[in-house]
């Protein structure tokens, strides 16, 4: 099976219909008011056929749990520094309000990172997302190494992020054909594809799509 692809930082209505035309398996949404790519519409655009994935960074239970009933969101992607009895507790009240919502949690990840501390994140979460560490807390711009994936212990599929575009391809058809690219369940592109915070160039994404998919993986 191909490898998934999602879209994040969407930010306006008539930019979201247009993109999810080219079927993304996911799209984002940031809530996380520091961000330029904060959305603060009162609804999501109908793309009811794509999931759709709500993003925090160190936000309340509350306030998730406020998102995902406003949004219906499908996913929820935890992009700062909540702790493994946080996640827990996410999944709890998920299951106390009969919530069929799944946890990405993400890491910034450099030549230093330590793959050991993922363990204590595995039982209560869904998948992990691996980002660029960098001074904010997305949307660098910049890929890292992802030779360091040979570390990577567990079996829990991930998305793939930071930094990735047009120019990436070659080295991200190479990647996975790679056998730590054997998790990567999805390949989450934003920043590359923008011609201003949240705006996304839809010529520029179905291009790298068409090349993400034109051979078999």
Not at 87 to 101: H, P, Q, W
Not at 118 to 124: G, R, V
Not at 139 to 146: K, Q
Request: hydrophobic share 35%; glycine share 6%; proline share 4%.
């Amino acid at each position: 099976m191909s490898v998934k692809l999602k879209i994040c930082g969407m930010k306006f209505s008539e930019n979201i219909l247009e993109t999810a035309q080219l079927q993304p398996d996911f799209m984002g949404f940031i809530f996380y008011e520091k961000s330029p790519r904060f959305y603060s519409e009162e609804v999501i655009p109908n793309i009811d056929f794509i999931k759709k994935v709500g993003v925090f960074v160190n936000a309340l239970e509350e306030e998730i749990l406020e998102k995902i009933k406003k949004y219906d969101l499908d996913l929820v992607q935890l992009h700062g520094n909540e702790s493994p009895d946080f996640c827990k507790k996410l999944k709890d009240k998920f299951l106390e309000n009969k919530l069929s919502v799944e946890i990405i949690k993400a890491f910034s990840v450099d030549e230093n990172f330590d793959f050991g501390a993922l363990k204590t994140y595995e039982e209560n979460t869904h998948y992990f997302l691996f980002d660029t560490k960098g001074k904010l807390y997305g949307g660098n711009g910049a890929t890292f190494n992802w030779q360091i994936l040979n570390n990577y212990p567990l079996k829990k599929p991930y998305f793939l992020s930071g930094g990735i575009g047009i120019s990436e391809m070659k080295q991200l058809k190479s990647f996975l054909k790679t056998p730590e690219s054997k998790y990567c369940l999805a390949i989450d592109v934003n920043s590359k594809f923008e011609t201003e915070p949240g705006l996304k160039d839809n010529l520029l994404l179905k291009e790298f799509k068409k090349a993400l998919y034109e051979s078999e993986i």
